[in-house]
């Protein structure tokens, strides 16, 4: 468990001292999630809200349920797009960024 709790600090700490930081994860997760990984997306984007605007802000500015959004946002969730696009708009909100996703080619 100390494992975890070190990970997680580590990313807050990172997100907090790095703002470049906190936009590359959310860049990740927008690519993951339109390139067919959404659960790794989910996960990413769960630790980007639990190192900047947390879960009970979020849940007020999304207009959603908090433990809804933690439900929405573990390994199992399953979000709609309606949810996910709330939570996205917040996070880039509190992040003052815009995503930039990158075509990946088609073979």
């Not at 700490?13 to 790794?40: C, K």
């Amino acid at each position: 468990m100390a494992l975890t709790r070190d990970f997680k600090e580590t990313i807050h700490a990172r997100v907090q001292s790095e703002p470049e930081f906190a936009t590359a994860l959310l860049d990740e997760a927008a690519y993951l999630l339109l390139n067919g990984e959404p659960e790794t997306a989910r996960l990413i984007l769960r630790d980007l809200v639990n190192a900047t605007v947390g879960f009970e802000q979020l849940a007020i500015e999304a207009n959603k349920p908090s433990k809804s959004l933690h439900r929405m946002l573990s390994a199992k969730g399953n979000p709609t797009m309606d949810s996910l696009n709330a939570i996205f708009t917040v996070l880039r909100k509190t992040l003052n960024v815009d995503i930039q996703v990158h075509a990946v080619p088609c073979s």
